[in-house]
Structure formats: structure tokens, C-alpha cells
């Protein structure tokens, strides 16, 4: 039977076991359905009901004098807002103007909120008729804040000048007292608060009637907001900024039960031993319950996905949501959202799988997810921060870019390039986790309980000796470096010293240590020995010299190419400014210093960790060429720029081949070495530029080498890559897979 | 054919001893044949058959199924084996027609092929009215039988049983041990691991004796008994293993 049909076979028998169990149908279809609308529409319904409690108390006001009380009742008795016929959504001036026009009717009686949605009804339950008052005097003002503090008095009132007058010019001071931590007494300060906001109102209006001014002269300037953007964007703006969350917490919600079902419960009930009897490789076995987990995953969160949906719809919450503003919720991003839950869902089963592989039992499992899933949720909440760009590395961020994506198609932003890159690092992470799973899965102390103890997977002394890192390890260590290298970077952009020396020490040690001690320190604790695995065998004579070829052409080529990508891919003038203030520093100190930041440390430290650990790592599953490609092309990755993504890349490659055909990264150290070093010198008076002018080198006015020197260069690099190809292929031995017992 | 050869397994404890749970162990099924291998809890029994059907990757030694090295190609050697593990676990939320269904699948069986083979084995079997009950409702008996059926879903060549008979009730005891007889009988290679002793008795003509991992003695039981001179199987255990061994004495006079 082939692979294909294999698994096929295994997913749709997971998959009716799954149905069947009564556990994860409840919490992938009850839950959504019944238990959270209850949820919303219950709370939805409390609130409005508290409020509409709140609303209809009377409020106690204390005032320090009889004469305030007097006033204050007439004030608030002849409220226009407290008179018959005025609505909630009336303006404060229209109402005033009513109420003196004699124009609210009697019979018009206020919209009464269980005619409107609850969504609608809490929205306008802050802004109804302010509630009734009761005024108390309260001779000794010291009493005051102790009475509002006990309860007894919601709110004080302080006059501090005489009260205001239509024909005075002076302004009213009123102080109001209240406690802002008690919900009753801020209900009653803003009730209050309105009620003089139209009293004042009213009295400049008559004022300003006095005066025979007109109302502009008191507004010099008024300034309005008109949004631009359709309603549909404002919907898809707020539901960006939840919706993404929502869905990851979901579909790890909904993936946990299967994943352990299928992993540490089927060790528990024994099957998995009856399962591994049959000729099936444990890779095959995984896949199969991999596609289950993804699967329900992705329902799970679909299906809560359209009862929310629907619950905010057909509950009014939209208006809720939106304050009041225009909002439409884009009916037509739901499509997309479905599709963004794919890489979701292979993501995060993956993840728990990987996870769950080696728990024995249910519980052992459920203590594993925990934290995998707040790990997971950090570089989520990234993604949804606000200003976070899905561009550059954040497009293959994990997670991170899966909910800046979401986001994006929500409000309308529908990059191909961008799904494209954010589809392929996703599945490449979800394949290194999935592979993972089945070697964890397939260990003899996982699947076996008295096999010896399940400690033995980790503890470094278990691990076989062999020559290289493990695919798998290799690309998950490659995932975490780019994450911790994106933001240790970041951080030190942040600090706002760009370019200092302080600056430049900070990028080498982030260099060094991620770089140089990670991998180096991985392949020492997996007891995988250095010299193959890192290649440091000393390089043979024709390596040097194809890495001579390279070291002293590439950077010609990088410089031409520059130039001519400008024209169709410009780069951002900030980006050039950054680039240049990083640089310009550098060039004030000695030319040794800038040779040492920008190629001698990045030349040991990247080679070892891309042309060292990755490629040995990489090659083993993957063959000599596509491993290569793909570290070729994760260098470039890991340069952060689209604008050098071209030329890292293929330099990247060239590395990696000086390394795989004379077995030895010494020959890559000292191309990159020489290619960083000579571009960093040639443009300095102290440097090399003496001596390449020397030469007859030089470039014309858009920065292009001279084509003479473009052809020698061309012809250099190409005599590099046929002394490259002439080494005749050697067969590497493939090791047999660490982590294993001795 | 079974033979096996040194073969040896030592797990790693956490604390970084090691334990040898099974030493230089070595012996042959022919086909046609029924041997038993007997011995207490821990002996090595169970690691012995998981290594014998390619579950566990032996630490030295080898086993060879019709001369195919099981390290060496584990996949085709499951084809070849059918192994009813001891603590035999069967999906609950199955029934037994969709496990033997799926595991013929899984043994590249085609649909109609399967569908005969399961109604076939129902009938030897015995397993026509609870063939489409959930596993989870299902007795004792009935889920060993259904197991037993799984493990000769593919009709392989060479059968290990680990304690087919493990808490069943006399009746399903007699049905399946006669089942094994007529596997036999039909000439595949039978490895029956066992506590009973009177089973082993009545089905093997030879025995090998597994104590603390290594295999004391492996003859016919007629040899057995002329040398050690006693009649019964416990007493023969007895007297090989030495009767001050009290832990194991207990355990086969049990």
C-alpha cells in the first residue's frame, strides 16, 4: 500500500473515533453552540439589566446651603432632557431648543429599551433621561467626603460663586464630589454633569442673544473628524483586532482533546501497542492522526467562529462594539478567515502533537499543553498589537504572522506574496514539528511503560553519538533563532543607539551567541560531534582557492545587482537612513573595527550556524541540493530585508556549496569574510579605496562598478562555481536518528 | 520460522545504571510447531516476544523470520507475524467488525478479501452477535477473541501469543486453545508465552524456561522430566530453578 492511501486509511478510522467519543463532541460542538451565546446573551442581558436598575434609583445630592438646594432642584426639574417627548439620541442644543420652541409633544413617549436588541439597549443605557435626585443640606462640609464615601450621599455639590444668570458675565464654579471607585456615585456625578452641560449651554446661547452675537463667535474654530474608510473596514478593524485571538485560542481549544485522545490516551488504553504490531512506519501513523487533530482543530474553531458570529450579529453586539460608529462586518472577509484557520490549525496540531507524543497518560499530557499553549499565545498578542506590519520577517514569524494576516484580511489588505510566504514557513515549522512527534512517538520508552524510563529521551548521556543534527532539530532551531534573532535586534534598534559602538558590540554578542554557542551548544548536549557536524575539517587547496574566487568577485556582483535592482524594487529612504546612521559611525573608527563587526564576526558566526549546523542537519533527510537551496535561502530569510533577499540568498548558496564539496566550512569563513570585508573597505579613504583606484577600479555615477570589472568579476565567481563542481560527489553516510537509547 | 539468536536487551535507567531484561536468550520455532515459553512476571517474556515481532529494537543479538533480519526490515516482518500482545487494548468506540476491518486495511487487504476473512474468523470464532457491538461494551472472552481474530486478520505464517488465555473463563479458555491447535495443525509457527503450566502441558511438545532474562533450560518435556526426574511441570520449575529461589517458586506453584 503506498504512503498516501496509508494514511488516508488511518485519519478516517481517528477520525470516526473521535466523532465517537461523546467528550469531544461536547466540547467542539455543544460549547460553541449552546454555551457561549448563552454565555454573551446572558451577561448582555445582566447588564442591562443592572443598568436600567441603576437608572431608575433616585441618587442623593448634597448640597452645603438651602439657597443651592433650591436652585439646584429648579435646575434639574426643568432639565429639557427630563421633559416628556425628548429621545436618547437627541443632541443636548436640539433639546433645548425644543423644549423652548414648546415643540416635545406630550403623547411621544421615550423609546422604551426591551423594544430595542440588548447590544442596542446597553449601548443607550449610558446616554438616557439622568435620573431622578434627592437633595439633602449638609451644613458641616467636612461631613461631606465621609457621607459620600459611606454611601449615604452619592455625590456633593459645591457652589463656589453665585450661581449663573442669563444676564451676568461671570462663570458658575461647580465642584462635584465623588467617588470613583462606587458605580451609583459616578452615575449620579454624570448625570448631573449633563444636565449642566446643557444649562450651560443654554445660558451662552442667551448670552450670545444679548450680546447680539452670533454662535460662530465663541466657536473660532471647529474642528470635525471624517473617517474615510468604508464601514466594512471599521467592522473588519475591531474584528481584527479579536477575531485572531479568538480563533487561536479556539482551535487549540478544540485540537487539545483529540491530540492527547490520539497520542498519550491511545498509550493509556493500550491500543497504541496493538497499533504498532501492524506494518505501518510510525511517521505514517502520526500523519494520519496529525490530519484528525488538524481537522477538528479547524471545525472546532469554525464552528465557533460562525455561532459568535452569529450570537454578535442577531444580539446587536455590533453596535456595541462599535460605540456607536458606522460599522458593517465585512461578510465578505468570513471566506478568508477560513482559509487563514488552515495554517492555524496545521500549525497548532503539530505543535500539540509534538507535545503529546511523549506524555504516557492523559494527565502527564494536559501538563505539557499548558505551557505550550501561553507560549503560543506571546507571538500571538505580538501579532495583534497595534502598528504590527505584516512585512519583512514578520512574514515568516511564527504565529505571529498567521494573526497579523488575519488582521489584514479583515480590513481588506489582500497580499498574495504575503499569504504566500506567511503558507510556506507555516508548513515548513508544522513538517519539522510533525517529524518531531514521530520520533518522540516512536521512542521504545514512550510506547512502552516498562521500557525503561521516559527520562532517558532527554537526558543528554542517552543520546547516540552521531554527525549531525537531525533535520527536524535543525529546522526547529532555525525557527527559534529567527524569532530571538528578529527580536534581540529589534530591541537594540529600540535603544535608540544605532550605530554606536555600544551598538555595534551588542549585534556581535546577539552574533556570538545565537549564532556560534546556540548551535554549538545543541549539537553538544544531543551528543553530535562537532567536527563532522560543523564541518571543521581543515580545507583542501582547491576549497581556498574556489573561495578566493568567490570572496574577491562576489562583492562587485552584490554592488551591480544593487544598482540594478533599484529601479524596480527602490528601497524606503528610511530604510537607507537607517542603514547609512548604522554605517557612518563605524567609518569615524578605525577601519579594523568596521572589518571586524560587519565581516569577521558575521563570517564565523553565520557560517557555523547556517553552513555548519543547518546544512549537515538539512542534508541528511534532504539530499545535497535541496539543502543547499533551502539554507541558501534561509540566510537570506535571516538578513530581514527584502532589498539584500537576492543577493544573501545567492550568496548563501555559493557558501554552501564551497562547504558540501570540500567538506569543510573554512573555505565559506573566508569567502564571506573576504566579500563583507573588501565591500565595507572599498569605500573608505584608509581602507581599500586607495588600492583599488590603483587598480583602474571604479563606479559610475548610480554607484555601478565599471563593466570591465563587472565581467572579470562575473568570470571570477564563475571560475569559483566550476572548480566547486569539479570535486567529484562523495556519498555521505547517513546516520541512524538521535535521540536514541545506547 | 522463527530463530533467535543472543538476543539481549538492556534498558537505561534515569540514574544512569542499566538493566538487563533480557541476556543472550536464543532458540527456534519450527513451523507446525507449538512452543512454549514460560516463566514469572519479569522474567523477559513479554520484551523477548516485542523484540521477536519488532516492536523493540534488540540491544544485541538477532531475530530472524524466514531469514529476513527483523532490524533490518521490521516492516516486512510484521507482515509475517501475528502478535497478540498481552494487555491486548482494542478502540473502545469500534466495533470489532471496523478494528479487523481497519486492520486489514492497514495489511494492504482488499475490501471484499477483508469482508470474507472477518466472516471467516467470526465463524471460527465464534464472534457473529457481538461482531457489531461497540469493543467497549464487549466481555473479557469476547474482546479475546476479537483480538485473536485481529492478530490472524492477515493469515500470517507465524503467530506469538502473549497470554491468549489471561483471565478467561473455561469455556473461552478451551475454545481458543483449540483454535491455536488447528493454526498449528495447519502448519504455521506457534510462540505461545504463558503462566498456565497445565496449557503449557497439554499444547507444547517444547518449552524453554525464561528466569531474570535468561532462558535456564529449552528441551522437549519428556527430556524434562527424565532429567530432572519429576513428573509435573512445577516441580520440574522447581528443580531447575533451585527451590531456594522462593519468589519464583511462588509464583509457578501459584
Not at chain 1, 150 to 170: F, I, K, N
Amino acid at each position: 500500500m503506498n504512503r498516501l492511501s496509508r494514511i488516508n486509511t488511518i485519519w478516517r478510522k481517528e477520525l470516526l473515533d473521535t466523532l465517537r467519543d461523546r467528550r469531544t463532541l461536547i466540547a467542539m460542538i455543544l460549547v460553541p453552540i449552546v454555551l457561549y451565546p448563552a454565555m454573551i446573551l446572558g451577561s448582555l442581558q445582566g447588564f442591562e439589566l443592572q443598568v436600567s436598575k441603576l437608572q431608575q434609583e433616585e441618587y442623593t445630592v448634597a448640597v452645603l446651603a438651602e439657597p443651592v438646594r433650591a436652585w439646584l432642584r429648579h435646575v434639574i426639574d426643568t432639565d429639557p432632557a427630563r421633559q416628556p417627548g425628548a429621545t436618547e439620541d437627541m443632541p443636548a442644543e436640539e433639546l433645548v431648543e425644543k423644549a423652548a420652541a414648546g415643540e416635545l409633544a406630550e403623547d411621544e413617549e421615550p423609546e422604551l429599551t426591551d423594544k430595542a436588541s440588548p447590544g442596542e439597549a446597553a449601548q443607550a443605557g449610558v446616554r438616557r433621561a439622568p435620573p431622578d435626585y434627592n437633595i439633602e443640606v449638609i451644613k458641616d462640609p467636612n461631613q461631606l467626603a465621609a457621607r459620600i464615601l459611606d454611601g449615604s450621599v452619592h455625590v456633593g455639590l459645591v457652589l463656589t460663586s453665585p450661581p449663573p444668570t442669563a444676564d451676568g458675565t461671570d462663570t458658575a464654579e461647580v465642584v462635584l464630589y465623588l467617588d470613583q471607585t462606587e458605580i451609583r456615585s459616578q452615575m449620579a456625578a454624570s448625570g448631573l454633569d449633563g444636565i449642566f452641560q446643557r444649562v450651560a449651554d443654554d445660558l451662552l446661547r442667551q448670552r450670545l442673544k444679548r450680546e447680539q452675537l452670533d454662535e460662530s463667535f465663541v466657536i473660532p474654530v471647529a474642528v470635525q473628524q471624517e473617517t474615510v474608510a468604508t464601514p466594512e473596514r471599521v467592522g473588519g478593524s475591531i474584528l481584527g483586532q479579536i477575531v485572531p485571538l479568538i480563533l487561536i485560542v479556539m482551535t487549540i481549544t478544540g485540537a487539545i482533546y483529540p491530540a492527547i485522545d490520539l497520542t498519550a490516551g491511545e498509550r493509556e488504553r493500550g491500543t497504541l501497542e496493538t497499533l504498532m504490531v501492524a506494518p505501518v512506519p510510525t511517521v505514517d501513523l502520526i500523519a494520519g492522526k496529525f490530519v484528525v487533530v488538524a481537522l477538528i482543530g479547524m471545525l472546532s474553531a469554525a464552528l465557533n467562529l460562525i455561532s459568535i458570529g452569529g450570537t454578535v450579529y442577531l444580539g446587536g453586539l455590533g453596535q456595541l462594539l462599535s460605540r456607536g460608529g458606522d460599522v458593517v462586518i465585512p461578510i465578505g472577509a468570513l471566506p478568508w478567515v477560513l482559509v487563514v484557520l488552515i495554517p492555524l490549525a496545521v500549525m497548532f496540531s503539530a505543535l500539540l502533537l509534538a507535545v503529546c507524543s511523549f506524555a504516557r497518560s492523559f494527565k502527564e499530557a494536559q501538563n505539557y499543553v499548558m505551557p505550550v499553549m501561553v507560549a503560543v499565545l506571546i507571538p500571538a498578542t505580538v501579532g495583534v498589537l497595534p502598528g504590527m506590519r505584516l512585512e519583512g520577517p514578520l512574514l515568516v514569524m511564527p504565529v505571529t504572522n498567521i494573526t497579523i494576516l488575519t488582521r489584514d484580511l479583515f480590513t481588506g489588505r489582500f497580499d498574495i506574496v504575503a499569504i504566500l510566504w506567511v503558507t510556506l514557513s507555516t508548513t515548513l515549522y508544522a513538517g519539522a514539528a510533525v517529524a518531531v512527534a514521530a520520533k518522540l512517538f516512536g521512542q521504545e520508552a514512550v510506547l512502552f511503560a516498562d521500557s525503561g524510563s521516559i527520562k532517558t529521551i532527554f537526558q543528554r548521556r542517552f543520546f547516540k553519538r552521531s554527525d549531525s543534527p537531525g533535520t527536524a532539530q535543525a529546522l526547529l532551531l532555525m525557527a527559534a533563532v529567527f524569532s530571538l534573532n528578529f527580536f534581540l535586534q529589534q530591541a537594540l534598534l529600540g535603544g535608540g543607539e544605532v550605530g554606536t559602538l555600544e551598538y555595534w558590540l551588542g549585534i556581535a554578542s546577539v552574533l556570538i551567541l545565537l549564532f556560534l554557542l546556540v548551535p554549538l551548544g545543541a549539537a553538544w548536549y544531543s551528543r553530535v560531534r562537532i567536527t563532522p557536524a560543523f564541518s571543521l575539517r581543515g580545507p583542501p587547496l582547491m576549497g581556498i582557492l574556489a573561495a578566493l574566487c568567490f570572496g574577491l568577485s562576489t562583492w562587485i556582483l552584490a554592488q551591480a545587482w544593487a544598482v540594478f535592482q533599484r529601479d524596480w524594487l527602490p528601497m524606503p529612504l528610511q530604510m537607507e537612513q537607517l542603514f547609512e546612521l548604522m554605517v557612518a559611525r563605524l567609518n569615524d573608527t578605525s577601519p579594523w573595527a568596521m572589518v571586524f563587526f560587519m565581516a569577521l564576526v558575521p563570517a564565523f558566526c553565520e557560517e557555523f550556524f547556517f553552513r555548519g549546523y543547518a546544512l549537515s542537519g538539512s542534508r541528511r533527510t534532504l539530499g545535497k541540493w535541496p539543502a543547499i537551496l533551502l539554507v541558501g535561502f534561509a540566510f537570506g530569510v535571516f538578513h530581514f530585508s527584502i532589498h539584500r533577499l537576492v543577493v544573501t540568498s545567492v550568496l548563501g548558496v555559493l557558501f554552501g556549496l564551497l562547504v558540501v564539496q570540500f567538506r569543510s566550512i573554512w573555505p565559506a569563513v573566508l569567502a564571506h569574510l573576504l566579500n563583507n570585508g573588501i565591500f565595507v573597505l572599498a569605500t573608505r579613504e584608509d581602507g581599500l579605496r586607495p588600492a583599488l583606484e590603483g587598480l583602474g577600479y571604479g563606479v559610475n555615477d548610480d554607484g555601478l562598478p565599471h563593466t570591465p570589472w563587472i565581467i572579470a568579476a562575473g568570470a571570477l565567481t564563475l571560475a569559483g562555481f566550476l572548480l566547486c563542481m569539479l570535486v567529484p560527489d562523495r556519498r555521505v553516510a547517513t546516520v541512524t536518528d538521535v535521540p536514541e537509547e545506547t | 520460522m522463527i530463530k533467535v539468536t543472543d538476543l539481549t536487551k538492556v534498558f537505561p535507567n534515569p540514574d544512569g545504571t542499566e538493566k538487563t531484561a533480557v541476556d543472550h536468550v536464543s532458540f527456534e520455532v519450527q513451523p507446525g510447531e507449538i512452543y512454549g515459553l514460560l516463566g514469572p512476571n519479569g522474567a523477559g517474556k513479554t520484551t523477548s516476544l516485542r523484540m521477536i515481532s519488532g516492536l523493540l529494537k534488540p540491544t544485541t543479538g538477532k531475530v530472524h523470520i524466514d531469514g529476513i533480519n527483523v532490524t533490518d526490515q521490521p516492516e516486512n516482518v510484521k507482515r509475517q507475524i501475528g502478535y497478540l500482545t498481552a494487555n491486548t487494548g482494542l478502540y473502545a468506540r469500534l466495533t470489532p467488525h471496523e478494528v479487523l476491518l481497519y486492520f486489514a486495511t492497514l495489511y494492504d487487504i482488499q475490501r471484499a478479501a477483508a469482508e470474507q476473512r472477518v466472516r471467516q474468523l467470526a465463524d471460527w470464532l465464534g464472534m457473529h452477535e457481538y461482531l457489531n457491538l461497540r469493543c467497549g461494551a464487549l466481555s473479557t472472552g469476547q474482546k479475546q477473541r476479537t483480538s485473536i481474530a485481529r492478530a490472524l486478520i492477515a493469515d500470517p505464517p507465524i503467530l506469538v501469543l502473549d497470554e491468549p488465555t489471561l483471565g478467561l473463563d473455561v469455556l473461552s479458555n478451551r475454545l481458543i486453545l483449540e483454535f491455536i491447535r488447528t493454526q498449528a495443525d495447519a502448519g504455521k509457527a506457534v510462540l505461545l508465552s504463558t503462566h498456565a503450566l497445565d496449557e503449557i502441558e497439554t499444547m507444547c511438545r517444547r518449552i524453554g524456561l525464561i528466569h531474570n532474562g535468561r532462558l535456564i533450560a529449552e528441551d522437549e518435556l519428556t527430556n524434562l522430566r527424565t532429567r530432572t526426574g519429576k513428573a509435573r511441570l512445577s516441580e520440574i520449575f522447581l528443580d531447575l530453578v533451585g527451590a531456594t529461589d522462593s519468589v519464583f517458586a511462588e509464583e509457578v506453584t501459584r
